[in-house]
């Protein structure tokens, strides 16, 4: 139920049919896309609920092996090393660390026995070792099974359910849940005057449940899911079965949340938390695996930008009580996940790059590909993201060297020069300008005026400097 797809139904008949959105889509494909922004977000609102020191949150995390109890108990290491050797012997399914194969043959037990809830002691009253023996080696060589067949009791079911959760490796909540889920007990709310009371505070307890089932490992939380659906279910028939939910938990607290190879003497004083928290989780479990609100709006934020306002509920839950203080940490949310997106887009341009100068590498020896490395060793440092697109210098224009290029020069001056003295020019030093430029255009080329005619052309260009001299400059400057 992670995925969605979309499909374009031609079928009139079909049209009418209710559309089906998962509403924890974007929160999944956050998690397998961008698994370390998704952890972070959802820690952060971990310790916002839980208090977890160092250590502990360390384990939840992964960075240290988790310190459970019993383990400095000598005698019930003796125990737990009998254990251990009745598991030796391992199957496909039973006795195997956690797979999608092993959920797919597990599963077919569980749609069974939501068919057979009325039995009375379901889960309690052991079934017969022969014809469980027979449908555990089934189970492990992947053979089709018909459970309908009547040569199966529901009871035989039930305990070899009970079975394959007992020699998993560990609990399904994981060894490193384990510190978390201790916390969730106190969550209690306060009184008037902000005073802790003994009551359990219902909501914060849900909350907390629903994120630490977020960052469980995809098979655990997918088998978590339709066990607790099913014992949800058996409770709601204890009339007939006489399985309550505290019944229930139990039986299957062990396999849940217990630590692997412990006895209720290394739990001590915690085992009345552990099997209250487990028949919670059954009470409830129909709403801890939706993720809550404001995660499923990161989660959209992330993908597509908007700024839009969260729904009323949305809202509502974020003003809930003990979630005020998220308020400040919104705007820090949103651009972290911003500058994430940003990181991604950068990551993207850069791996293209990679692969096209990997393309062109392996091209054969060339001229063409001669060419094409020399354009990208040219060009990788401008278009590489994040760096600042160098643009080069206008080109200077060169100057002209020829004879009658220095007689325009000399005459009408460089164009800023001309430019700047136009601003300030009377009307007289205007004609005076024009009159120069006449004068080249009627005499035409230095290169063919005769010596004579050159000098005149000199003089009448020295009484033109010196008149145009005398309207540019100040009348108090004539001492210069």
Avoid at 254 to 259: A, D, M, R, S, V
Wanted: net charge positive.
């Amino acid at each position: 139920d992670a995925i969605c797809n979309f499909v374009i139904c031609n079928d009139s008949s079909l049209r009418s049919q209710p559309i089906i959105f998962n509403p924890d889509f974007f929160v999944e494909k956050l998690r397998h896309e961008k698994p370390e922004v998704f952890t972070e977000l959802v820690v952060s609102n971990i310790t916002r609920l839980i208090d977890l020191p160092g250590a502990e949150l360390a384990q939840l995390m992964g960075e240290e092996d988790p310190k459970l109890p019993g383990t400095n108990n000598t005698a019930s290491g003796f125990f737990r090393s009998l254990m251990t050797l009745k598991r030796k012997e391992k199957g496909v399914v039973f006795g195997s660390p956690l797979t999608e194969e092993g959920i797919a043959q597990v599963s077919q037990l569980i749609e069974y026995l939501h068919k057979n809830l009325r039995a009375e002691g379901l889960f309690r009253v052991p079934g017969n070792s022969i014809r469980q023996q027979i449908l555990k080696d089934a189970l492990n060589s992947g053979t089709d099974i018909d459970l309908d067949s009547g040569d199966f009791h529901s009871n035989d079911v039930a305990t070899l359910l009970k079975m394959f959760l007992g020699e998993l490796p560990e609990p399904l909540l994981t060894h490193k849940h384990f510190h978390a889920h201790l916390k969730i007990a106190d969550l209690t709310l306060f009184d008037e005057k902000g005073n802790k009371t003994s009551t359990p505070d219902k909501e914060r307890q849900i909350e907390a449940l629903q994120l630490l089932f977020l960052i469980l490992p995809a098979p655990n939380r997918s088998l978590l899911k339709l066990l607790l659906d099913l014992l949800y279910q058996t409770a709601k028939k204890q009339d007939k079965n006489k399985m309550s939910a505290h019944n229930l938990a139990l039986m299957f607290a062990p396999h849940i949340l217990w630590p692997r190879n412990v006895t209720a003497n290394d739990l001590q004083e915690n085992i009345t938390k552990l099997n209250n928290g487990v028949t919670f989780m059954i009470k409830h479990s129909q709403k801890l695996f939706k993720a809550p609100a404001y995660i499923r709006e990161c989660a959209r934020l992330h993908y597509l930008g908007s700024r839009a306002h969260a729904s009323k509920d949305d809202l509502d839950l974020l003003t809930s009580p003990g979630s005020k203080e998220l308020q400040p940490l919104k705007s820090q949310k949103r651009s972290r996940l911003d500058s994430c997106h940003q990181e991604e887009t950068q990551q993207r341009t850069e791996e293209a790059l990679k692969e096209l100068f990997r393309h062109v590498h392996n091209m054969p020896d060339s001229a063409k590909k001669k060419k094409l490395l020399r354009q990208f060793n040219k060009h990788s440092a401008v278009l590489t993201p994040g760096s600042e697109v160098l643009t080069s210098p206008a080109p200077r224009r060169t100057r002209s060297r020829s004879f009658s290029g220095l007689i325009k020069r000399k005459v009408l001056g460089t164009p800023v020069i001309l430019e700047r003295k136009s601003r300030d020019a009377t009307p007289e030093a205007e004609r005076v300008s024009k009159e120069n430029i006449h004068l080249l255009q009627k005499c035409g080329s230095p290169a063919h005026m005769s010596p004579a005619k050159l000098k005149s052309l000199e003089g009448q260009k020295e009484e033109s400097f010196r008149r145009m001299r005398g309207h540019l400059l100040p009348k108090d400057s004539s001492s210069l």
